[in-house]
T-cell receptor, first 112, second 114 residues
Framework: GENVEQHPSTLSVQEGDSAVIKCTYS??????FPWYKQELGKRPQLIID?????GEKKDQRIAVTLNKTAKHFSLHITETQPEDSAVYFC???????????FGPGTRLSVLP | EAGVVQSPRYKIIEKKQPVAFWCNPI?????LYWYRQNLGQGPELLIR????????DSQLPKDRFSAERLKGVDSTLKIQPAELGDSAVYLC????????????FGEGSRLTVL
């Protein structure tokens, strides 16, 4: 089955700096890769996603890059702000199915 | 439009007691998921429904957990009897059937077993 790993588990950056979180997956049939943000005590919410037919997608300060050959995808946040502080989860579907396997999460702290 | 609604938000029970969680997905979403999230970890799938059919319950501890989705809309997840290790946040999510895309999560039900 699908195995999803995330690195780093915690990340602290100064406000205004960039943050990068990497996710690796094992199932080569996976074709959809979302990133969820979960603020303390809140529900996970999708912030960006990418499908396997593209290598990069950008939405304002956040971007996701995908390397299907190496089976990893990364979340990039530029010009970080205190409100970016949260836990970020990557996920990958089991093959072409709809069962998502989530990574263990990365706790991002943006220091003022 | 209302999002995914879950209740109760918080529940504290003694071990061996039963507990039930309720979820109302977004209207029109045929696929419903129950996830369990332990502290400091990512959500783990317990069961997935397509309409009223449980299409994947391989991760559901069937000796004590049960779930139902009558009429293919609301769903209930039950634990009986609860154990200390069941303390976690139980998240319900929904999505469009047949579409590998965004999951819409509820706020979750935080269970504490004493």
């Amino acid at each position: 089955g699908e195995n999803v790993e995330q690195h780093p588990s915690t990340l602290s950056v100064q406000e205004g700096d960039s943050a990068v979180i990497k996710c690796t997956y094992s199932d080569s049939a996976s074709n959809y890769f979302p990133w969820y943000k979960q603020e303390l005590g809140k529900r996970p919410q999708l912030i960006i996603d990418i499908r396997s037919n593209v290598g990069e997608k950008k939405d304002q300060r956040i971007a996701v890059t995908l390397n299907k050959t190496a089976k990893h995808f990364s979340l990039h946040i530029t010009e970080t702000q205190p409100e970016d502080s949260a836990v970020y989860f990557c996920a990958a579907p089991k093959g072409y199915g709809q069962n998502f396997v989530f990574g263990p999460g990365t706790r991002l702290s943006v220091l003022p | 439009e209302a999002g995914v609604v879950q209740s109760p938000r918080y529940k504290i029970i003694e071990k061996k007691q039963p507990v039930a969680f309720w979820c109302n997905p977004i209207s029109g979403h045929n696929t419903l998921y129950w996830y369990r999230q332990n502290l400091g970890q990512g959500p783990e799938l317990l069961i997935r429904y397509e309409n009223e059919e449980a299409v994947d319950d391989s991760q559901l501890p069937k000796d004590r957990f049960s779930a139902e989705r009558l009429k293919g809309v609301d769903s209930t997840l039950k634990i009986q009897p609860a154990e200390l290790g069941d303390s976690a946040v139980y998240l319900c999510a929904s999505s469009f059937r047949g579409y590998t895309g965004e999951l819409f999560f509820g706020e979750g039900s935080r269970l504490t077993v004493l």
